[in-house]
Protein backbone atom coordinates (compact mmCIF):
# COMPACT_ATOMS: atom_id res chain seq x y z
CA UNK A 1 0.00 0.00 0.00
CA UNK A 2 1.82 3.47 -0.84
CA UNK A 3 2.09 5.41 2.16
CA UNK A 4 -0.28 8.81 2.41
CA UNK A 5 0.75 12.09 3.04
CA UNK A 6 -2.91 12.84 4.77
CA UNK A 7 -4.07 10.60 6.91
CA UNK A 8 -6.19 8.18 5.80
CA UNK A 9 -6.71 9.26 2.33
CA UNK A 10 -5.87 7.27 -0.40
CA UNK A 11 -3.34 9.23 -3.01
CA UNK A 12 -4.72 9.87 -6.32
CA UNK A 13 -3.40 9.18 -9.89
CA UNK A 14 -4.53 11.29 -13.39
CA UNK A 15 -3.10 8.91 -16.25
CA UNK A 16 -3.62 10.53 -19.70
CA UNK A 17 -4.14 8.48 -22.50
CA UNK A 18 -5.07 5.62 -19.26
CA UNK A 19 -7.58 3.43 -22.20
CA UNK A 20 -5.03 0.86 -23.34
CA UNK A 21 -1.18 0.51 -23.48
CA UNK A 22 1.17 1.59 -21.31
CA UNK A 23 -1.23 4.43 -19.03
CA UNK A 24 -3.92 1.49 -19.11
CA UNK A 25 -0.79 -0.87 -17.26
CA UNK A 26 -0.35 2.22 -15.02
CA UNK A 27 -3.68 2.91 -13.60
CA UNK A 28 -3.40 -0.84 -12.85
CA UNK A 29 -0.42 -1.36 -11.39
CA UNK A 30 -1.38 2.07 -9.45
CA UNK A 31 -4.84 0.59 -8.08
CA UNK A 32 -2.83 -2.21 -7.06
CA UNK A 33 -0.96 -0.28 -5.18
CA UNK A 34 -3.90 1.45 -3.65
CA UNK A 35 -3.82 4.56 -5.64
CA UNK A 36 -7.12 5.79 -7.25
CA UNK A 37 -7.42 6.95 -10.51
CA UNK A 38 -8.42 9.82 -13.37
CA UNK A 39 -8.54 8.18 -16.22
CA UNK A 40 -8.38 9.54 -19.88
CA UNK A 41 -9.08 8.82 -23.25
CA UNK A 42 -9.57 10.79 -26.51
CA UNK A 43 -11.74 8.32 -28.18
CA UNK A 44 -11.74 4.56 -26.94
CA UNK A 45 -14.82 5.40 -24.34
CA UNK A 46 -15.46 1.44 -24.20
CA UNK A 47 -11.72 0.74 -23.56
CA UNK A 48 -11.68 3.62 -20.85
CA UNK A 49 -14.63 1.76 -18.85
CA UNK A 50 -13.31 -1.46 -19.03
CA UNK A 51 -10.34 0.01 -16.95
CA UNK A 52 -12.67 2.10 -14.64
CA UNK A 53 -14.34 -1.63 -13.57
CA UNK A 54 -11.02 -3.45 -13.13
CA UNK A 55 -9.96 -0.48 -11.08
CA UNK A 56 -13.29 -0.59 -9.02
CA UNK A 57 -12.76 -4.60 -8.50
CA UNK A 58 -9.48 -4.25 -6.96
CA UNK A 59 -11.48 -1.84 -4.24
CA UNK A 60 -9.64 1.64 -5.73
CA UNK A 61 -12.31 4.46 -7.27
CA UNK A 62 -11.58 5.26 -11.01
CA UNK A 63 -13.06 7.64 -13.23
CA UNK A 64 -12.60 7.68 -16.57
CA UNK A 65 -12.84 11.42 -19.29
CA UNK A 66 -12.23 12.51 -22.18
CA UNK A 67 -9.55 14.75 -23.04
CA UNK A 68 -7.52 15.46 -26.42
CA UNK A 69 -4.32 16.43 -24.94
CA UNK A 70 -3.54 17.63 -29.00
CA UNK A 71 -5.90 20.45 -28.43
CA UNK A 72 -4.86 23.07 -25.70
CA UNK A 73 -7.85 25.06 -26.15
CA UNK A 74 -9.84 22.28 -24.53
CA UNK A 75 -7.31 22.00 -21.21
CA UNK A 76 -9.53 25.01 -19.19
CA UNK A 77 -12.89 23.00 -19.53
CA UNK A 78 -10.92 19.46 -18.96
CA UNK A 79 -9.64 21.43 -15.81
CA UNK A 80 -13.15 22.17 -14.62
CA UNK A 81 -14.49 18.21 -15.06
CA UNK A 82 -11.55 17.17 -13.23
CA UNK A 83 -12.25 19.43 -10.63
CA UNK A 84 -15.86 18.36 -10.71
CA UNK A 85 -14.63 14.61 -10.70
CA UNK A 86 -12.48 15.13 -7.94
CA UNK A 87 -15.62 16.54 -5.64
CA UNK A 88 -17.84 13.83 -6.85
CA UNK A 89 -15.75 11.15 -6.22
CA UNK A 90 -13.28 11.70 -3.57
CA UNK A 91 -14.76 14.88 -2.37
CA UNK A 92 -11.50 16.72 -2.62
CA UNK A 93 -9.83 19.41 -4.44
CA UNK A 94 -6.83 17.84 -5.56
CA UNK A 95 -5.19 14.88 -7.13
CA UNK A 96 -1.36 13.68 -6.09
CA UNK A 97 0.36 12.28 -9.44
CA UNK A 98 -0.09 13.64 -12.82
CA UNK A 99 1.07 10.99 -15.94
CA UNK A 100 1.33 12.44 -19.12
CA UNK A 101 1.06 9.63 -20.88
CA UNK A 102 -1.15 9.67 -23.99
CA UNK A 103 0.36 9.61 -27.24
CA UNK A 104 0.69 8.67 -31.05
CA UNK A 105 4.06 7.66 -33.07
CA UNK A 106 4.66 8.02 -36.57
CA UNK A 107 6.89 6.61 -39.08
CA UNK A 108 8.35 8.93 -41.45
CA UNK A 109 12.02 9.72 -42.75
CA UNK A 110 13.76 13.40 -42.11
CA UNK A 111 12.68 13.98 -45.97
CA UNK A 112 9.42 12.85 -46.09
CA UNK A 113 7.89 14.55 -42.73
CA UNK A 114 5.32 16.81 -43.63
CA UNK A 115 4.23 20.33 -41.47
CA UNK A 116 1.33 18.90 -40.39
CA UNK A 117 3.13 15.73 -39.01
CA UNK A 118 5.54 17.36 -37.29
CA UNK A 119 2.27 20.29 -35.91
CA UNK A 120 0.59 17.35 -34.65
CA UNK A 121 3.42 15.18 -33.04
CA UNK A 122 4.14 18.83 -31.29
CA UNK A 123 1.06 19.52 -30.54
CA UNK A 124 0.29 16.11 -28.80
CA UNK A 125 3.93 15.00 -27.17
CA UNK A 126 5.32 18.30 -26.45
CA UNK A 127 2.71 21.51 -25.92
CA UNK A 128 0.17 19.15 -25.06
CA UNK A 129 2.11 17.86 -21.63
CA UNK A 130 3.53 21.36 -21.50
CA UNK A 131 0.45 23.51 -21.25
CA UNK A 132 -1.97 20.63 -19.36
CA UNK A 133 0.73 20.30 -17.07
CA UNK A 134 0.37 24.41 -16.40
CA UNK A 135 -3.04 23.88 -16.66
CA UNK A 136 -3.88 21.32 -13.95
CA UNK A 137 -0.52 22.44 -11.42
CA UNK A 138 -2.90 23.73 -9.18
CA UNK A 139 -4.96 21.00 -8.62
CA UNK A 140 -2.14 18.74 -7.67
CA UNK A 141 -0.99 18.63 -3.97
CA UNK A 142 1.96 20.12 -2.73
CA UNK A 143 4.02 17.28 -2.05
CA UNK A 144 2.79 15.21 -5.25
CA UNK A 145 4.35 13.80 -8.00
CA UNK A 146 4.88 14.37 -11.94
CA UNK A 147 5.93 11.22 -14.55
CA UNK A 148 6.72 12.34 -18.35
CA UNK A 149 6.44 9.42 -21.16
CA UNK A 150 9.37 9.69 -23.39
CA UNK A 151 10.90 7.23 -25.26
CA UNK A 152 14.36 5.18 -25.56
CA UNK A 153 14.41 6.59 -29.52
CA UNK A 154 16.23 10.35 -27.69
CA UNK A 155 19.29 8.14 -26.64
CA UNK A 156 19.44 6.24 -29.52
CA UNK A 157 18.49 7.04 -33.15
CA UNK A 158 16.53 5.07 -35.60
CA UNK A 159 15.60 6.29 -39.27
CA UNK A 160 12.23 7.73 -39.43
CA UNK A 161 11.78 9.04 -35.38
CA UNK A 162 13.53 12.10 -36.32
CA UNK A 163 9.92 14.05 -35.51
CA UNK A 164 8.48 11.75 -32.79
CA UNK A 165 11.80 11.99 -30.97
CA UNK A 166 12.76 15.38 -30.88
CA UNK A 167 9.47 16.26 -28.97
CA UNK A 168 9.95 13.26 -26.33
CA UNK A 169 13.38 15.06 -26.32
CA UNK A 170 11.90 18.60 -25.20
CA UNK A 171 9.86 16.44 -23.02
CA UNK A 172 13.18 15.59 -21.50
CA UNK A 173 14.19 19.18 -21.14
CA UNK A 174 11.16 20.24 -19.91
CA UNK A 175 11.33 17.49 -17.06
CA UNK A 176 13.93 18.90 -15.68
CA UNK A 177 13.02 22.39 -15.57
CA UNK A 178 9.60 21.28 -13.84
CA UNK A 179 11.22 19.35 -11.25
CA UNK A 180 13.95 22.79 -10.81
CA UNK A 181 10.47 25.27 -10.40
CA UNK A 182 8.02 23.02 -8.43
CA UNK A 183 10.44 21.71 -6.26
CA UNK A 184 9.60 24.66 -4.00
CA UNK A 185 6.17 23.43 -3.73
CA UNK A 186 7.98 19.94 -3.05
CA UNK A 187 6.51 18.06 -6.20
CA UNK A 188 8.93 15.62 -8.00
CA UNK A 189 8.85 15.31 -11.20
CA UNK A 190 10.95 12.73 -13.54
CA UNK A 191 11.01 11.19 -17.32
CA UNK A 192 9.83 7.19 -18.13
CA UNK A 193 11.59 6.43 -21.28
CA UNK A 194 10.09 3.58 -22.52
CA UNK A 195 12.25 0.95 -25.09
CA UNK A 196 9.91 -0.68 -27.47
CA UNK A 197 6.80 -2.04 -26.45
CA UNK A 198 4.31 -4.63 -27.44
CA UNK A 199 0.89 -2.40 -27.13
CA UNK A 200 -0.91 -0.43 -30.25
CA UNK A 201 1.45 1.90 -30.26
CA UNK A 202 2.66 3.00 -33.79
CA UNK A 203 0.46 0.61 -35.65
CA UNK A 204 1.12 -2.21 -33.16
CA UNK A 205 4.05 -2.48 -35.54
CA UNK A 206 6.49 -4.44 -32.46
CA UNK A 207 3.88 -6.61 -31.13
CA UNK A 208 2.21 -7.49 -34.49
CA UNK A 209 4.98 -7.65 -36.65
CA UNK A 210 7.29 -10.63 -36.65
CA UNK A 211 10.75 -9.52 -38.04
CA UNK A 212 10.64 -5.89 -35.87
CA UNK A 213 9.68 -8.50 -33.07
CA UNK A 214 12.69 -10.32 -33.29
CA UNK A 215 14.98 -7.21 -34.31
CA UNK A 216 13.68 -5.47 -31.07
CA UNK A 217 14.69 -8.95 -28.37
CA UNK A 218 18.34 -8.73 -30.68
CA UNK A 219 19.67 -5.81 -29.57
CA UNK A 220 17.55 -5.73 -26.14
CA UNK A 221 19.93 -7.08 -23.53
CA UNK A 222 17.13 -9.14 -21.45
CA UNK A 223 16.43 -10.58 -24.80
CA UNK A 224 12.85 -9.62 -25.33
CA UNK A 225 10.20 -7.19 -26.56
CA UNK A 226 8.89 -4.98 -23.57
CA UNK A 227 5.44 -5.65 -22.17
CA UNK A 228 2.75 -3.14 -21.13
CA UNK A 229 3.26 -4.18 -17.71
CA UNK A 230 6.69 -3.63 -18.03
CA UNK A 231 6.17 -0.44 -18.11
CA UNK A 232 3.41 0.37 -15.93
CA UNK A 233 4.99 -1.32 -12.75
CA UNK A 234 8.06 1.09 -13.52
CA UNK A 235 5.89 4.09 -13.84
CA UNK A 236 3.87 2.88 -10.45
CA UNK A 237 7.04 1.87 -8.82
CA UNK A 238 8.62 5.51 -9.16
CA UNK A 239 5.63 6.93 -8.09
CA UNK A 240 5.73 4.94 -5.16
CA UNK A 241 6.91 6.25 -1.13
CA UNK A 242 10.49 4.40 -1.94
CA UNK A 243 11.24 6.47 -4.85
CA UNK A 244 9.96 9.65 -3.32
CA UNK A 245 14.04 11.20 -3.15
CA UNK A 246 14.15 10.65 -7.02
CA UNK A 247 13.71 13.79 -9.07
CA UNK A 248 14.38 15.57 -12.29
CA UNK A 249 16.05 11.59 -14.37
CA UNK A 250 15.27 9.93 -17.55
CA UNK A 251 14.77 6.33 -16.71
CA UNK A 252 14.53 4.41 -19.12
CA UNK A 253 12.38 0.97 -18.94
CA UNK A 254 13.70 -0.71 -21.91
CA UNK A 255 15.12 -3.97 -20.66
CA UNK A 256 18.99 -2.97 -21.90
CA UNK A 257 18.16 -1.81 -25.27
CA UNK A 258 21.57 -1.31 -27.45
CA UNK A 259 23.64 -1.11 -24.58
N1 LIG B 1 4.77 1.43 -27.06
C1 LIG B 1 6.02 1.81 -27.25
O1 LIG B 1 6.85 1.12 -27.86
C2 LIG B 1 6.48 3.14 -26.68
C3 LIG B 1 7.87 3.36 -26.62
C4 LIG B 1 8.33 4.57 -26.11
C5 LIG B 1 7.44 5.52 -25.67
N2 LIG B 1 6.10 5.30 -25.74
C6 LIG B 1 5.20 6.36 -25.26
O2 LIG B 1 4.35 5.84 -24.28
C7 LIG B 1 3.10 6.52 -24.30
C8 LIG B 1 1.97 5.51 -24.38
O3 LIG B 1 2.13 4.72 -25.54
P1 LIG B 1 1.35 3.33 -25.73
O4 LIG B 1 2.31 2.38 -26.28
O5 LIG B 1 0.59 2.98 -24.51
O6 LIG B 1 0.33 3.76 -26.89
P2 LIG B 1 -1.12 3.14 -27.27
O7 LIG B 1 -1.23 1.73 -26.82
O8 LIG B 1 -1.30 3.46 -28.72
O9 LIG B 1 -2.14 4.01 -26.39
C9 LIG B 1 -2.21 5.38 -26.61
C10 LIG B 1 -3.06 6.04 -25.54
O10 LIG B 1 -3.00 7.46 -25.73
C11 LIG B 1 -4.33 7.96 -25.97
N3 LIG B 1 -4.25 9.04 -26.95
C12 LIG B 1 -3.74 8.99 -28.22
N4 LIG B 1 -3.85 10.20 -28.80
C13 LIG B 1 -4.40 11.03 -27.88
C14 LIG B 1 -4.76 12.39 -27.87
N5 LIG B 1 -4.59 13.18 -28.95
N6 LIG B 1 -5.30 12.91 -26.75
C15 LIG B 1 -5.49 12.14 -25.67
N7 LIG B 1 -5.20 10.84 -25.61
C16 LIG B 1 -4.66 10.29 -26.71
C17 LIG B 1 -5.14 6.78 -26.46
O11 LIG B 1 -6.51 7.01 -26.18
P3 LIG B 1 -7.68 6.22 -27.04
O12 LIG B 1 -7.62 4.79 -26.55
O13 LIG B 1 -8.93 6.91 -26.67
O14 LIG B 1 -7.30 6.34 -28.48
C18 LIG B 1 -4.53 5.65 -25.61
O15 LIG B 1 -5.06 5.65 -24.31
C19 LIG B 1 3.18 7.51 -25.47
O16 LIG B 1 3.53 8.80 -25.00
C20 LIG B 1 4.30 6.95 -26.32
O17 LIG B 1 4.93 7.97 -27.09
C21 LIG B 1 5.60 4.14 -26.25
Redesign the pocket.
Known amino acids: MTASPRSGASRIALI?????????SAALALAADGVDVIL??????A??QAVVSEIEAKGRRAVALR?????SKTFPAFAEAVKAALAATWQRERFDFLV??????LHASFEETTEAQFDMLFN??FK?TYFLTQKLLPLINDGGRIVN?????TRFAMAGASA?AAM?GGVETLTRYLAKELGARGIAVNTI??????????GGM?RDNPQVNAMVAGFTALGRA?L?DD?GGAIASVLGEGNRWVNAQRIEVSGGMLV
Open positions: TGGSRGLGRTCVSNEGALDVGDNNAGVGIHGLSSGLYKAPGAIETDFSVGPV
